[in-house]
């Protein structure tokens, strides 16, 4: 596989990102009212950044790869490899096997367009591609999409948004 400027330029961008609040000088705008752009799509930045090889995995699985090269716009809320960590071993195992599942699940990541929440201090419900919604809050310099923390600069790729969630959201079942 040839690796382009363009797949370092996001790896780059993405690993930044995933040094969170914590890599912040406390100097200036805290790192949510922050963007990183980088060229390239949703799943080049993922597909370019080890912390998000379970997401790709999943991805593949549910054959979404396709949806989020497209043209978009989308916003993502991507669970890295430590929050996917965060289910046990052989529910993440279920969940992978169950591709009407797991396609449910990663869709409940995504909402249509380019969804700014960097200085949004007001909570609002977002209407994902699953079809349900997530919550967004924002407290003082940290945001969460219902109960999960993002962390760090959104990123602004050619085809949407991505923010980087500690934990992987689940869509309520009936």
């Known amino acids: 596989m040839k690796i382009s400027f363009k797949a370092i330029a996001a790896a780059f961008a993405a690993s930044v990102l995933l040094a969170g609040p914590a890599a912040a000088s406390g100097k200036g705008a805290p790192e949510i009212n922050k963007i990183v752009r980088v060229k390239g799509t949703i799943v080049d930045v993922a597909v370019s950044n080890p912390a998000f090889s379970t997401l790709v995995t999943a991805l593949k699985a549910a054959q979404l790869v396709d949806v989020l090269q497209g043209p978009g716009p989308f916003t993502v809320f991507a669970p890295t490899n430590d929050a996917f960590g965060k ?88």
């Open 87 to 174: 289910i046990p071993a052989d529910v993440l195992t279920g969940l992978v096997n169950d591709v009407p599942a797991l396609t449910e699940v990663l869709l409940y990541h995504v909402t249509p367009g380019r969804q700014d929440l960097r200085f949004s201090y007001l909570a609002r419900d977002l209407r994902t591609v699953q079809g349900q919604e997530v919550f967004a809050e924002r407290e003082r310099n940290t945001l969460f999409i219902n109960n999960s923390q993002v962390a760090g600069s959104a990123i602004v790729t050619d085809n949407g948004v991505i923010y980087v969630i500690d934990s992987v959201l689940l869509p309520q079942y009936r």
